[in-house]
């Protein structure tokens, strides 16, 4: 299995429609695009521990363990308190320190909150946004006061039995 960390790089996807200038698909999908502040596919571990390939072996091996320790306890926070899902994008992040797909989950990950962060800006969204919390707060307004004006409010220390 390629994890993409043994100094070769893997082509994740290519432009059918772009002239080929010289550099190979798997180069060009190791060297980011001009401009671009994403970094490249692969593993980040120090280059001594990637000349030994037993001892590379062994590093991603304590960062796969470290990572799934860290999303394990994310996956747990979802159902108990605590930032589940800010724990579990941790654990993918200390995964894309050494392997490829985790670099791409977490890049497009990345890309899809920037557009959903963009989208909520949107003076339509917000307008929406705004008018349909105003329409709840008030229908949560509505049904207080008929509840207190059926009920009444009876505190607990002066219950008759």
Not at 81 to 90: D, N, Q, S, T
Not at 118 to 139: E, F, H, K, W
């Amino acid at each position: 299995m390629n994890t993409g960390s043994n100094g070769t790089e893997v082509a994740v996807a290519t432009d059918e429609g772009k002239p080929d200038d010289g550099v190979g698909a798997a180069e060009s999908a190791a060297v980011p695009a001009e401009g671009s502040t994403e970094s490249p596919l692969g593993s980040r571990a120090p280059d001594f521990i990637k000349a030994r390939k037993t001892l590379h072996l062994s590093w991603q091996v304590g960062v796969f363990i470290a990572g799934l320790a860290v999303v394990g306890a994310g996956a747990a926070m979802l159902v108990l308190p605590g930032p589940g899902w800010l724990v579990i994008f941790a654990g993918m992040a200390i995964w894309a320190t050494e392997f490829v797909w985790a670099q791409l989950v977490l890049r497009w990950t990345k890309r899809k909150v920037s557009e959903a962060a963009q989208r909520a800006l949107d003076p339509r969204v917000r307008r929406r946004n705004i008018i349909l919390t105003t329409i709840g707060v008030v229908i949560c307004a509505v049904a207080a006061g008929f509840y207190l004006w059926k009920f009444g409010i009876t505190m607990p220390w002066k219950i008759e039995q």
